[in-house]
């Protein structure tokens, strides 16, 4: 067991630790190369009695646990979305963890609740997002969607279903290709799974709003009650994103929460010439993106803003007697802005990472992204076996192979074999998804550290691993 003076001792050992890491990150296979099981059999199957050294834990990080670590900060990691870092996020990733405060109410922490409310202004002028919204930092997306949801129904059921439980007749409208949390949050929210209308696509992947309000009025007929919205910038799949200036307007018609769910590709809006993503914002009711996705902030850090942060403060308040405070009332605590209590110090690493790179910093990061992810589609095109399948968008494009005289079934496998040769190569990290039923590859330059040069490098790896 260590004590507090011995932490000058090990600093040491973690950091050192941590540089070589970084420095040699790109020697490791992207993807973890183990196979079920591998790394579970080598642990023990029991505490152990005698407490053990740090060097140990240490010696066994290296040769136990690293080898079953996926790198998600390789540059040569494409796969999903990014879940980026940065060394300023690291660094204030430590401090929280070394401070550990619990920041739950604003007296468990004063400067954890303000320095939050001002990291979410910060963002929410930086992004567009309107100056009359408020913010909280959430774990997740996944949970956001859920406050957004559980809110929508207090806020249509005049907020009896916090006390009554739920009617089974609130309906709740997204795309087929809108991610798969919101399905989660109707679950647990008790609107139930059945009571999600997934709505149809068009041929860009887009929700097709005259679909949506048909499904409205047809809901609205049979005397269901529409309740909430979801519209996606940013699908998951293929980054494709919603009309909000027309979801908006029948969200406002038929008098339903809109929320918007732009986890991944919410990072583009600060960058102006991405702004129309967001015409009609002022529309909608809650917005939310992932800082934790392509903001440079490790996981985790969700950035949740709202339009009436009292709505939704009436939806989640609950004040037993130990956490009444003098303060109460004059000051945000978040404990009531979201699902759990205790609550991390997030808008700490925030913090570092929006001061130390600025606003110039972020957008020259991301344009270099974007510029970098262009260039690559346009040099794959050159090779007819290379289609693009999804143009570029933001950092992010999809691609197969496509070789003459195959069928669309051959295809599809040629392409599932194609994409596992590249990942089991340990070279580079690329996942998939499917447009109907066509297997595409998506690629993801939005590595922190990712470079020209490694860019580059996933080029020649697409052309090696080829058929
Ligand atoms: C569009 C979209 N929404 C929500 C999520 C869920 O994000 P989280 O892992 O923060 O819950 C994802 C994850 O990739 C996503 O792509």
Redesign the pocket.
């Known amino acids: 067991m260590l004590t507090r003076a011995d932490f000058r001792k090990y600093e040491q050992l973690v950091t050192d630790w941590i540089s070589r890491y970084y420095d040699q990150i790109e020697d490791f296979p992207v993807r973890s190369q183990v196979k079920p099981g591998e790394i579970y059999s080598q642990i023990p199957s029991a505490l152990p009695v005698k407490g053990e050294s740090i060097e140990s834990i240490i010696r066994d990080l290296d040769e136990i646990i690293m080898p079953g670590m996926t790198h998600w900060q390789h540059p040569n990691f494409h796969a999903?979305?990014a879940a980026n870092t940065s060394v300023e996020s690291v660094f204030g990733e430590m401090l929280t963890s070394a401070i550990s405060a619990q920041c739950m109410i604003w007296a468990t922490s004063p400067a954890a609740a303000e320095l939050e409310e001002r990291m979410m202004e910060w963002m929410r002028d930086a992004m567009g997002i309107p100056s009359d919204w408020e913010g909280v930092i959430q774990d997740?997306?996944?949970s956001a969607?859920l406050v957004a949801i559980i809110t929508a129904r207090e806020v249509k059921t005049d907020f009896r279903s916090n006390f009554e439980g739920v009617p089974g007749n609130l309906r709740v409208y997204c795309s087929t290709e809108t991610?798969s949390?919101v399905e989660k949050a109707m679950a647990i929210s008790g609107l139930g799974r059945n009571n999600l209308v997934k709505i149809g696509v068009d041929s860009g992947q887009v929700m097709q709003v005259a679909e949506l309000e048909q499904a409205i009025k047809t809901d609205l007929d049979n005397g269901l009650v529409p309740c909430a919205i979801v519209a996606?910038l940013?699908?998951?799949g293929t980054l494709a994103v919603d009309s909000l200036p027309d979801i908006a307007i029948l969200a406002r018609k038929y008098d339903v929460w809109l929320h918007v769910?732009a986890?991944?590709a919410g990072t583009a809006l600060f960058l102006p010439e991405y702004r129309w993503m967001i015409e009609g914002i002022e529309l909608a009711d809650s917005f939310v993106f992932?800082p934790?996705k392509w903001l440079f902030t490790n996981f985790d850090c969700?950035a949740y803003f709202v339009k009436n942060a009292d709505l939704l403060i009436r939806t989640f308040e609950i004040l037993p007697e130990y956490l009444k405070t003098p303060t109460r009332g004059t000051v945000n605590d978040y404990k009531d802005w979201g699902i759990a209590l205790g609550r991390r110090f997030r808008a700490l690493k925030l913090w570092f990472v929006l001061r130390s790179y600025g606003q110039a910093g972020i957008q020259r990061t991301l344009r270099n992204q974007i510029e970098w992810t262009l260039h690559l589609v346009e040099t794959l095109k050159q090779d007819p076996v290379f289609e693009i399948v999804r143009k570029p968008f933001l950092n992010f494009f999809c691609f197969r192979l496509l070789i003459e005289g195959k069928t669309e079934d051959e295809l599809n496998k040629i392409n599932e074999q194609y994409l596992h040769r590249i990942n089991d190569s340990g070279e580079a990290y690329l996942s998939h998804t499917r447009i109907g039923s066509t297997y595409v590859i998506r690629v993801v330059i939005g590595q922190t550290y990712v470079r020209k040069h490694h860019v580059n490098n996933l080029q020649s790896i697409l052309q090696k691993f080829r058929p």
């Open positions: 999903y979305f997740t997306a996944s969607s991610h949390s996606a940013g699908t998951t769910d986890a991944y992932n934790h969700s």
